[in-house]
């Protein structure tokens, strides 16, 4: 890290001031991760992404992740365009809903969903009767994840989707494209990135849950909840391998969000 | 040919009142206006981007208030070129043939035509975001006429333009209507643009038609105190008539002819008002002695704003003219305009 | 919900597939938390609130999430200063390394964080020697929080700094402020609704944590892990009133945020 | 007084090389140049907002190249008004007070002078928020004046204002000079605004200066090809000079005087271009023939470009006069030019 070009010699304390604040953040935030990913030996990681329990919960995790990431992209799209390209009674309110699930308490989450899952509630009895299953299920898991993730997927698509001139479709449905083709022709090729980074960011999100999936499905075992057993049952050194490769998948989630928004800067 | 018949659009912020258009086969029609006068709700009305609450639109003959934008068979070019910027320049111009099916061919036949009318054949495989302002622009028009539409909108189609190639794409713009004799509509705020390129006008104020005629008639005859500044008649006033005369305040002005008592207004053009460190000869109709009481240098001419007897007028004189007569503030002046050059209304 | 007003009747097939999806989503939003909130009875909710247990947790959930928030503003104000108005080489990734917390799993930060206070470790072995514990202590639930709380305070203050034009800095410069006067004369003032935005977000992110939390301190417990054990130990049932409780504060903290958040488009 | 010695800056994707410029106390002195040529940069560096890599700015006699901004005793007004948004207009306009205190006393006492002068008794409550551009930019004025500063920079003070606005600022920027007789520098790319208000002119492109001078010589007598064309001399020509003659190519041009053979261009103003339909009497000088190869209508007068010998040249003439002489593109023309408006350099 190179230091800042300060403009001016005068501003002496605001620069140690600002410096050293940002120095301890940053070393608040890379010490931890740094830590766990050296306290663990080689030999460790070798040995723990050979346990078969272990692929088996990382493997659910990223597989339900990107079924909410999908889930999403299907019912999100259409719901952020609305959002994007129409003015209507209500919509500063629709948009505080959609933001709800990012403030509720991860535990709260889950105990939510399970409130209409049981078989005292209609819902809860319709998919019983359709042999759908909520708790301790993966559709319940996917369940859980789409509901904390669409909302980071519907923001971030909103937002490309506001980016995108309406004078393009404009001009598309005067040139005879429909309403439908405009979108297949111009809308989606300019906003497919944001699509992309939303899916990317919904995964993430996903794939990070931990208290609303313990309450709903502690069995099947996604990644976390696989981390808190071992944690709870062997302790702090038996969770540290089993986090590191988590970490791993989600820096790589992290990696691919970085490029997309990158090359989407540079496309507008 | 384009017929709009009492259009009446409601939005949040803004109402059209009653608009009423005819504009025939062939013409280079220009809809003039300030910012904020509502010209481009006229044209996305047409196109059918905004909702109709009252009215009818046709496009040669067929009533085309109901039908989506895609139905209508307009061109539309908008001041931003709106190009496709993830198309090249080939595929931006070929976007619409698709949908254009004559006797089972494609109306791409005149495309060859278009793309050299246009100078286009070089740019074809570019990327849109190379171009120049110029060259998009041209690239806009080529996209709009490929389909062959049956009227041309044009959406302030110089503002954003450079001045180099504000001029290029007006020679392209006079140079296609007399080629083609496509039906245009253009909207701008620039009277030049107007007077360069159009046939007859309409000048639009807050929703309203102020004035539709001739280039000529909304130059020279405008029906409103607003038309009149905005053509540029900068000295408007309200007057009471009086056979050959005229009466602001207590300014006499001598008519060319006996004017009806009903009008209201009078107006000059600045340039038409002549100003003299010395008397002007006996005679001389409307002569004033006046003080200056502002000069603004405006590069190649200057405004000069006269006072007499409470009235400001403003003329233009050259800038040479105003340094050899060595004008200044508090200067007394002569004045005289020609009764040909007021216009009451 | 006002249907939006549709510019043409073209659009029908976009129509009922835009609202439809709208509707789903929204509804999938918030069925459960209605349901969760219907199904606790008032006389359960009035229980629930004089057990002293619950009131305790929601009050520690509470301290040490603005406990966060505080540190955040403290720390974060000057950092976020730093990346709003200066330029250097490697800004990017430390934009980059802020958001980190965000996007890891939440066991995976109470495991990484457990691993640097631990006594085989020096910083560890440092805290101990001057008394301060990190697992099962408060202090070790404010360190928790404020890892997952500060992105969200640093992103939106930065963005506040930066709508700020730097012009205005350099007037107050040439009027004869300091750096320093002209921070608090202007930079403050028109910033501070930025920074009670970012810490109302850093707040509810932080009071919503509980995946990281559970790993570094179950004892004291905070409100999400109240909700948890109570769902472990008795059930679905006896859980919900908690729940409904935390959820109060936290859409309590919501409306703060939507207030403030308009009041700030105002004022630019 | 400013002296500006060797300055250079560099930033990431702009330099400023070797700025010299040495501006009198009491002078009004105008940086001219086009956008990006660097103006702002210069400013910054005599606030003290840019690092200065070499040279070394004086404020009357000090140097101040290592202070830091509240030390130097400048005055800032900038084009978008900058007003604090969270003050009222009486607490912008006493931002600076606390900070200039002399001899135990803030220097307040101009105060109620200055808000007078620039009439903001009235507005004085108000938020900022709500004000009009015009008034904005008096605050802004007022403001900058409060801390009775040695010098006052201002960074293009007119272009975001509307017309009406415009000339209001002016008349008030040109009594305050006259009135208070301070220091200033002011940046814009407007010569007019320079003619109007500035005594002497250094103009800049690409981070150079290109020509210092009083306002009329830079007008009447630019020293590169680049400042002909920025004070309006459209018409620019490398040339060979030969006794009193120049040549263009193949056009023998007429001086007034014999010229040094090192000169290497001629530039002539469009205005003194006279253009007619029949031939000039004889004996008049540098009288072509020409062919009116384009007409561009800007409004009160129109463009002219006309082709003689291979060379385009540019001319200007009334609307009126276009008109009467009903020239349309191809017309045959006579053109003239006096000797002493054929500027060489």
Chains 1, 3 share one sequence.
Not at chain 1, 25 to 49: C, G, H, K, N, Y
Not at chain 2, 171 to 185: C, F, N, Q, R
């Amino acid at each position: 890290m190179k230091l800042p070009n300060w403009r001016n010699q005068a501003l002496d304390p605001l620069i140690w001031l600002t410096v050293s604040s940002s120095m301890i953040i940053i070393a608040f935030i890379l010490l931890p991760l740094f830590e766990m990913v050296f306290q663990s030996s080689l030999a460790d990681l070798r040995e723990t992404i050979r346990d078969k329990d272990v692929i088996q919960s990382i493997r659910l995790s990223i597989y339900t992740s990107v079924s909410a990431a999908l889930i999403s992209f299907l019912f999100g799209t259409p719901f952020a365009y609305l959002l994007a390209r129409k003015e209507f009674a209500g919509k500063k309110f629709i948009e505080s809903i959609v933001d709800l699930p990012i403030m509720i308490p991860h535990p709260v989450i889950g105990i939510a969903i399970l409130s209409i899952a049981g078989k005292n509630h209609w819902l809860g009895e319709i998919m019983s009767s359709l042999g759908i299953r909520i708790m301790g299920s993966v559709t319940g898991i996917i369940v859980v994840l789409t509901f904390v993730g669409l909302p980071f997927y519907v923001n971030n698509v909103k937002t490309g989707f506001e980016a995108i001139p309406v004078r393009l479709e404009n001009i598309s449905r005067s040139l005879g494209a429909s309403a439908i083709g405009t979108f297949f022709r111009v809308t989606f090729p300019l906003a497919w990135r944001s699509m992309v980074v939303g899916m990317i960011m919904c995964t993430a999100r996903a794939i990070s849950e931990f208290g609303a999936i313990v309450i709903v499905a502690y069995h099947p075992m996604i990644a976390p909840v696989m981390i808190y057993q071992r944690f709870t049952a062997y302790g702090l050194r038996y969770s540290q391998p089993v986090a590191v490769w988590l970490i791993i998948v989600c820096l790589f989630l992290f990696l691919l969000l970085r490029v997309f928004s990158i090359h989407k800067k540079k496309m507008t | 040919m384009i017929r709009i018949e009492n259009l009446c659009v409601r939005l949040p912020d803004f109402s059209l009142h009653k608009i009423d258009l005819r504009i025939q086969a062939g013409e280079f029609f220009t809809l003039l206006g300030p910012t904020g006068a509502g010209k481009t709700v006229v044209l996305e009305a047409v196109i059918g981007l905004v909702p109709v609450s009252e009215g009818r639109i046709w496009i040669n003959s067929r009533d085309v208030t109901r039908l989506p934008p895609e139905k209508r068979g307009i061109g539309i070019v908008y001041q931003d070129y709106a190009l496709f910027p993830h198309l090249t320049v080939y595929e931006n111009i070929v976007y619409g043939l698709r949908y254009h099916k004559k006797d089972g061919k494609k109306t791409g036949k005149n495309l060859d035509f278009i793309v050299d009318r246009f100078s286009l054949r070089r740019i074809l495989g570019r990327s849109i975001l190379n171009l120049s302002g110029g060259e998009m622009q041209r690239v806009a028009l080529a996209r709009a006429l490929a389909v062959d539409p049956s009227v041309l909108l044009l959406d302030e189609p110089l503002s954003a333009l450079d001045p180099n190639f504000r001029e290029e794409i007006r020679e392209i713009l006079k140079m296609l209507h007399a080629d083609t004799g496509i039906t245009v509509l253009m909207v701008t705020h620039d009277f030049s643009e107007a007077q360069y390129l159009g046939q007859r006008s309409a000048v639009i104020n807050k929703g309203r038609l102020e004035q539709v005629g001739t280039v000529t008639e909304v130059f020279h005859q405008p029906a409103t105190p607003f038309v009149a500044k905005f053509v540029g008649m900068k000295n408007v006033f309200p007057a009471i008539f009086e056979g050959r005369k005229a009466y602001v305040a207590n300014l006499r002005i001598e008519l060319g002819f006996e004017e009806s008592e009903r009008k209201k207004y009078i107006a000059i053009r600045p340039e038409d008002i002549h100003i003299r460190g010395d008397k002007f000869p006996p005679g001389t109709p409307n002569c004033i002695e006046a003080t200056v009481s502002k000069i603004l240098n405006q590069g190649f001419y200057s405004d000069v704003i006269i006072e007499s007897a409470g009235i400001e007028l403003r003329a233009i004189i050259s800038s040479s003219s105003l340094f050899r007569m060595s004008l200044t503030e508090k200067t007394r002046v002569y004045a005289a305009f020609d009764t040909s050059v007021v216009h009451a209304f």
